[in-house]
């Protein structure tokens, strides 16, 4: 089974160590109309998000893909503390406000305000970006390929259910134009013995009795749609084979597939027929979601 099919949901992590820095990514893919990016990381390696984005739309087309990298420098490095005076004040204004409103003693330190959160932050020389570079590359690449590959094994699987359904639809079309016809003569029949009660021992109009039967043949014919119904899966079980991103051709193809359904439906008069039918436009929504997966 060809295996190029993709959808857009997968999810893929890595973990390496280069140059004294330990990296980690995960990378996480939902369904969307377009490639759309975004990236969790620290802001001092904002400049990675552009290079980042472009190595992954080498692999991916379309889906939501969030990324998340963080990166841990475990040798030593040069730094300085940064003081957060403004939020440090903050923090000790509410506490005074709670020693009032309480009836309290304010014994907070200096040492306490350090303690809260932000108030003390580590502010890290940039490293050398070609250096970081390196270092995240290696474990980009190990994490968009597993990214890849649980893309494409949902994407086997969705082949195989859309071709399941896909047969299914086949095997209600055959059993349409296999009916279709038979509700012609039935129409006939029907139509005779009422004319002939109507006219009871007066010969009817033979000629009459096969006009009105080939205008409701007419009528309900549907093997053009049924052609076309046929054709359009043809061309579903080609774009399922292809190599390239196929979702939207896919998508496109559902419309159409919708619109023969709804076309016999409205020619059906018959219940055995409409109730096919419905099995039908049943399936074909059923492909409709699943195709929504498929990049």
């Excluded at 999810?11 to 996480?28: F, N």
Aim: hydrophobic content about 40%; overall charge negative; charged content about 35%.
């Amino acid at each position: 089974m060809n295996v190029c099919l993709k959808s857009m949901t997968g999810y893929g992590r890595a973990e390496g160590s280069h140059s004294g820095m330990d990296v980690t990514m995960e990378i996480k893919s939902v369904n969307h109309r377009y490639f759309e990016f975004s990236a969790r990381m620290p802001r001092i390696y904002s400049f990675l998000e552009d290079k980042i984005k472009a190595f992954l739309q080498g692999s991916i087309s379309r889906g939501k893909v969030d990324v998340y990298l963080n990166i841990d420098i475990v040798e030593s490095e040069s730094g300085a503390v940064k003081v957060n005076a403004s939020l440090a004040k903050d923090y000790f204004d509410a506490l005074e406000r709670i020693a009032r409103e309480c009836g309290v003693a304010n014994n907070v330190t200096a040492h306490d305000l350090a303690r809260y959160p932000d108030v003390l932050s580590l502010r890290r020389e940039i490293e050398d970006e070609q250096a970081v570079w390196q270092a995240v590359e290696p474990v980009l690449r190990e994490a968009c390929e597993s990214l890849v590959d649980m893309r494409l094994t949902e994407g086997e699987r969705l082949k195989k259910d859309i071709d399941d359904r896909m047969r299914t639809i086949l095997a209600h079309v055959d059993y349409v134009e296999e009916r279709s016809p038979q509700t012609v003569l039935e129409y006939r029949a029907k139509l005779e013995e009422r004319m002939r009660e109507l006219l009871e021992n007066v010969q009817f109009d033979e000629q009459r009795l096969l006009a009105e039967t080939a205008i409701f043949a007419d009528k309900i014919a549907v093997s053009e749609e049924t052609v076309r119904l046929r054709s359009h899966i043809g061309q579903m079980r080609t774009m399922l084979e292809a190599e390239e991103p196929v979702g939207r051709k896919l998508d496109f193809l559902v419309q159409e597939m919708n619109r023969e359904a709804n076309t016999i439906g409205s020619k059906a008069q018959d219940a055995e027929l409409a109730g096919r039918v419905v099995d039908i436009k049943s399936e074909i929504e059923k492909i409709r979601e699943q195709v929504q997966n498929i990049e």
